[in-house]
């Protein structure tokens, strides 16, 4: 059975923002997300 997880963005793999994140210059990890997640 294949598996599926369903991750937030904002606030949860990456500092969340009072500004939409428009782009991917705008968009920064959290320390330590991207390890959890691979």
């Known amino acids: 059975m294949p ?3 369903i991750l937030d963005r904002d606030g949860v793999i ?3 923002s009072d ?3 428009k782009s991917p ?3 920064k ?3 330590g ?3 959890a997640i691979a």
């Open 3 to 5: 598996k599926l997880v």
């Open 14 to 16: 990456n500092h969340d």
């Open 19 to 21: 500004e939409y994140i």
């Open 25 to 27: 210059d705008e968009w």
């Open 29 to 31: 990890p959290i320390e």
């Open 33 to 35: 997300s991207l390890e």
